[in-house]
């Protein structure tokens, strides 16, 4: 693996310092161009490191991306596992580990919503997750007409009750129990997923 | 109608200043207090008026709420209609009438969610209208079981929708004719309505 060396910003060092000098760069790209414009080659070259060690350290793009949001549930490979077993039954395999996944964390979501929502920045990292990781999934198991209407669609219903149970905080939804959400929320998903 | 006088807030001239010292008043409640802890009492006393001047010029604590926040679409108007043919394929008229009401206000609301979740203020006064007019109206018309977390749950594809749509911009949920979106989104809503 060879390293290419930008003046003080130092490639050498143990992993714990690359690592972090790539998400440090990489936050910038995303900050500054957004999802699809940010590329792994122009960050690999600021950070001073060749591509593959990028790939080697956090996978692909969209990984990367969540890498630099140090998030407390890991959302490429939560939806993976959904979307793994198919479309029949996915609305509650996805409601369920979404509420599983983030109720421990609501007050994570919640600064995250707020700050994506509070500013006018087309490429805070919770949209282009929206986008990219979520939409980019559920395209993956969806047919028929209209899919990616349908998958904004989801992502609608999913982001909404997301935003009301942790953000606002609407009773009852707020306290409601897990099983109570799934059993009344996943037939009208399901229905887009068709 | 008899008036009680407050030093330095005359309650005489002509209506438009009153009305307008009326919504100052009650606008700051609403801001301290939230929707519930306002009272109509408390906002007449400082406005120097009395409590049945504010419902002659505004109507019920809902509508002057919606005063405060004069905004283009007059959401109190628009649910009653909605609601007033009852729960058969009302999801289909309340998505319809949303989408026609705010697409030519979208940066409006827009504003609205932005001001709302980017801060840390529960009592933003779209989220009491979200809680005391759009989940209070449906809750009249649910019938069965778990109706409130239903209420909250049609609530949140509402607002997931139009977050998606008008704030985020996501495609091609942002572009998509409104017919489309109706025939898609009523379904899984008139689902949760019953």
């Known amino acids: 693996m ?3 060396r930008t003046p003080g910003r130092p490639a050498s060092g143990d992993t714990a310092d690359r690592r972090s000098a ?3 760069v990489a936050r910038a790209h995303f900050a500054a161009k957004g999802f699809r414009g940010a590329s792994m080659r122009a960050i690999a070259r600021e950070a001073g490191v060749d591509v593959s060690l990028i790939s080697h350290y956090f996978g692909d793009k969209s990984r990367l991306l ?3 949001m140090e998030l407390p549930v890991d959302p490429v490979d939560k939806i993976r ?16 580990t979404f509420i599983e996944s983030w109720d421990p964390h609501h007050e994570v979501f919640s600064a995250l919503v707020r700050t994506a929502l509070g500013s006018d920045d087309a490429h805070a990292p919770m949209l282009e997750v929206a986008r990219n990781v979520l939409v980019a999934s559920l395209l993956e198991v969806l047919v028929g007409e209209e899919r990616e ?3 904004s669609l989801i992502a609608s219903q999913l982001i909404g009750m997301a935003t009301l149970r942790y ?13 109570d959400v799934v059993r009344q929320y996943a037939p009208p998903m399901q229905l887009l997923i068709g």
């Open 167 to 179: 953000v606002v905080r609407l009773e009852p939804l707020a306290s409601a129990d897990p099983a």
């Open 81 to 96: 596992s959904v979307i793994a077993d198919g479309p029949d039954g996915m609305a509650e395999r996805l409601l369920r």
């Open 2 to 4: 060879t390293t290419r």
């Open 149 to 151: 209407l349908r998958a």
């Open 22 to 24: 790539i998400l440090d």
């Open 66 to 68: 969540v890498a630099t």
